[in-house]
């Protein structure tokens, strides 16, 4: 299953109109199983005391210990009794109507193609350990999975609204790039970090990013990048505040407003940020530098 490319622009033969396939588990060789187990094996040593609360418990629950790549109907089931959310395959990336129509409807698509094992710590584009091992864990909390749901239909929304440049900021910085305050001290959340052995040290441990609280008309005017550990993390509360944040705005006022002012750069800090850790950009300026600004 296996390819270079999954990004479409319509979808492929045997393809469901909202672009659903079937995941096809037991066409997974023993090798792709085996990339699977290697990837697990790696972040479940190192994600306690990292990764949050409701991830570790979302892992537990959903019985992703099991060996080989997760059978999509199985764990459909086991997320259904918890919150009402299943899991469907699709080829590749989306288009985003079709991403937010499914999310609305607490349907997560995900990718049904694994790297390969010369790509164990980099791939740009998701496939099926990013998506499972990374977001799922996640639905399995009835706050966060409400918060997607939210997200789904504000992202439909934003459609019309030409808002969907910075939501899709505020997706980045929370679902797949997102640290929360717990009390026993910052953790991570976002797929992003939890699917990276590299990032998960780098975003709670080395001095480089800024660790910035969360706001949300901030987020959505900050640039972020795909290809590199990012440099700024933003800081959220608790589930419960982000998920009321975003059901209390009115986006399209914010939209206006945001759209009216300029982007903020990579690694900013501005006067008005509640900072956590103000980073050294030791890291940014060695691989050529991102713009620094306060």
Request: hydrophobic residues 45%.
């Amino acid at each position: 299953m296996a390819s270079d490319t999954h990004i479409l622009e319509r979808p492929p033969e045997g393809a469901n109109a909202d672009w659903t396939v079937p995941q096809n588990w037991a066409a997974y060789s023993a090798d792709e199983h085996g990339v699977w187990d290697t990837l697990f094996a790696r972040q479940a040593k190192l994600l306690p005391g990292r990764a949050s609360n409701a991830y570790l418990r979302g892992l537990d629950v959903l019985r992703l210990s099991k060996p080989g790549i997760p059978d999509f109907e199985e764990l459909s089931d086991r997320l259904m009794t918890l919150t009402g959310w299943q899991v469907v395959a699709v080829p590749g990336l989306v288009p985003d109507a079709v991403f937010f129509d499914h999310m609305a409807n607490r349907r997560f698509v995900a990718g049904n193609f694994i790297r390969r094992p010369d790509q164990l710590d980099y791939l740009q584009e998701p496939d099926v350990f990013h998506d499972v091992f990374g977001h799922v864990p996640m639905l399995a909390d009835p706050v966060f999975a409400d918060y997607l749901v939210a997200y789904g239909k504000g992202g439909q929304r934003a459609l019309s609204l030409g808002g969907l440049k910075h939501l899709s900021r505020l997706y980045w910085y929370t679902v797949e790039f997102g640290l929360i305050a717990e009390p026993e001290g910052l953790r991570i959340y976002g797929s992003g970090i939890v699917s990276s052995a590299a990032e998960s040290r780098f975003a709670l441990d080395d001095p480089s990013p800024n660790r910035i609280g969360f706001d949300l008309k901030r987020v959505m005017r900050t640039e972020y990048r795909i290809d590199d550990f990012q440099q700024n993390y933003f800081v959220i509360p608790s589930f419960d505040e982000l998920l009321r944040v975003t059901v209390e705005t009115d986006f399209a006022p914010l939209y206006a407003e945001i759209l009216a002012q300029p982007d903020i750069p990579i690694a900013a800090i501005l006067p008005d940020d509640v900072v956590i850790t103000r980073g050294t950009q030791a890291y940014a300026r060695a691989k050529g530098g991102a713009a620094v600004l306060g």
